[in-house]
């Protein structure tokens, strides 16, 4: 059942609205007031807002505006007197979907209001992820539009031309094997197999055999050949995770078919001859890995040839939201919910988290969500509802301030979806001032508007 929140300063009008469309089916909030309205819209997922132009406490299209940057998909229709549609067309201008004049002719408002919930049904439409550059091809489960996820796309194009080999750096949960995947599917060798290993997952007496394959009798319990890691991926990619965890001994060896290309199996007596383009990532600084004697120093220079580092997630806030509901799309689809969206409170604490497991703990937040929520929007309470923030020390007064101010823009910015004045006049500053800070923190109000 659709929820449809009339805002008029006359009772009666509102009483007369309300039972009409109850008559329909349509669930129905009532507000007499501006700031009534914003509360409803803030605590309740409202699929459509009938708006009366001239309010007691404000100006309706004031309002609109504000009900907007609450849920910009809202469709809001103005109720509005024969003296005043100018002003109406106007606020269509302005992001209302129409308007409807009084009195009313209830047949044109109930068809009005069918219209705005058939264009923005949350579960009819497509729902924006944000992804940029889906031409290329391999980008389908990239989401984000940050200036850090867009130069990480340029590398990843750049680096899908050639065969030379590339390390992914990033923290745990920031998607190393999903840009290890798109730079196989963005480059020549995307028809041919691309296989992964974590190297953090095999134990050390088995790293051998995984990587090169054995011969029939090799060892005992090798009742039959087995082809290893290397022969899998020929004219392929292999992409070896965590690299930083495999052993010295096997460093070596894996220096010598990267420079050779070719490499013995156990038990074997004649080389096997590969052509695979490597991939490594890890999520420790090699640099330091060669530094402490952990990690050889010719095989980083090997695998180090393209550099690719990932931001974690705290420094791609405004990628969130486009995430958040990428997930939400995602888990609705496969366990059947009619879930349509989060509440604003819900989005607000996920843009404070400072998210230390990235994007993967952000997906996980979003499933447990999804699982346990009963209505039809996520509320608050369901976002990381057992997680207890740990201390990371007292950090100095400088840099804690610094970390709220960049916090506080993106949330500010996020919110007017780019609309500078906006963010301004919600801020209590001057639009230059505002500017003059977005600069400071190298964020572009159009990077925050709406695709």
Known sequence: MNTIMVVDDDQNILKVIKMRLEANDYQVSTAFQATNAVKIAQDRMVDLALVDLKLADD?????????????????IIILTSHGTIETAVEAMKKGAFGYVTKPFNYQELLLQIKNGLQRDSFLEKPNPSGKVMEESGGFENIVGNSEKIKKIFEQVIQASKTDSHVHIYGESGTGKELIAKCLHQTSSRKEQPFVAINCAAIPEALFESELFGYEKGAFT?????????????HTGTLFLDEISEMP????????????????YPLGGESTIQVDVRIIVASNKDLKKEVEN????????YRVHVIN?????????KEDIPLLARYFLKKYTSTMNKKIKDYSSAALQKMMLHHWPGNVRELENTVEYAVVMAVGDVITDDLILSSHEDVSEGLKCLKSAKEDFEKDYLVQLIGLTHGNVSQAAKLAGKYRADLYELLKKYDLKPINFRKK
């Open 248 to 263: 010295l001994s096997l460093q070596a060896k894996l220096l010598r078919v990267l420079e050779d290309t070719v490499f």
């Open 221 to 233: 319990g090798a009742n039959q050949k087995k082809k290893g890691i290397f022969s899998q991926a």
């Open 59 to 75: 100006s309706g299209i004031d309002l609109m505006e504000n009900l907007l940057q609450i849920n910009p998909e809202m469709p």
């Open 293 to 300: 004697g952990t990690f050889r120093e010719d095989l980083y």
């Open 308 to 316: 690719i580092k990932l931001p974690p997630l705290r420094e791609r």
